[in-house]
């Protein structure tokens, strides 16, 4: 199993990002994905998350600015980001659990800055 996220840079708040993860080695559309990200100094939370069946689910801080969508066709999920805050900053992780074993991306960095 492998997640190759992308997408990340340098915005102005206010702005908008997309980021894209890429799976491979999966059935993909069978699985539930989640983004995470890390900010400087602080622990790792969920940011959204996606079921096999489209349900999705997003923390408090980003509902209403952040859309999280898949594509099952190219084994794509995206994190869809609007009105970025400099809270917004930090390291972004798409992640999925695999036969009870946690897949992580390697973190596409997101930096939201005048």
């Known amino acids: 199993v492998q997640l190759q996220a992308s997408g990340g840079g340098l915005v102005q708040p206010g702005g908008s990002l997309r980021l894209s993860c890429a799976a491979s080695?999966?059935?993909?559309?069978?699985?539930?994905v989640d983004w995470y990200r890390q900010a400087p100094g602080r622990q790792r939370e969920i940011v959204a998350s996606?079921?096999?069946?489209?349900?999705?689910n997003y923390e408090d801080s980003v509902r209403g600015r952040f859309q999280i969508i898949r594509e099952n066709f190219g084994n794509m999920v995206y994190l869809q980001m609007s009105l970025l805050k400099p809270e917004d900053t930090a390291l972004y992780y798409c992640?999925?659990?695999?036969?009870?074993?946690?897949?992580w991306g390697q973190g596409t960095l997101v930096t939201v800055s005048s």
């Open positions: 080695g999966i059935v993909f559309q069978h699985y539930d």
């Open positions: 996606i079921t096999s069946d489209f349900s999705t």
């Open positions: 992640h999925l659990i695999h036969r009870g074993q946690d897949f």
